[in-house]
């Protein structure tokens, strides 16, 4: 699944109680029960978002104190 999305070597992929696996199927359900709600899901999305849409109205200071 992480190859699909091209985050093949990323930090969540790894084994996991069912309990967990549970939780996350869960909360992907919820996401995509909200079309309107916009999801960042990997870092890459994060970091993209944050220095782009949420850099213009935060200001970029504010936001490298929240990353370091």
């Known amino acids: 699944m992480y190859e699909a999305i091209g985050e093949p070597d990323n930090r969540h992929r ?3 109680p069912l309990s967990r696996a549970v939780e996350r199927l869960m909360v992907l359900d919820a996401v995509l029960g ?4 916009q999801w960042l899901a990997t870092e890459r999305e994060k970091v993209a978002y944050f ?3 949420a850099a213009s109205s935060v200001g970029r200071s504010a936001i ?3 990353l370091v």
Not at 34 to 37: A, V, Y
Request: hydrophobic share 40%; proline share 8%.
């Open 14 to 16: 790894r084994p996991l």
């Open 34 to 37: 909200q079309r309107d709600l």
């Open 51 to 53: 220095t782009t849409v």
């Open 64 to 66: 490298a104190d929240v």
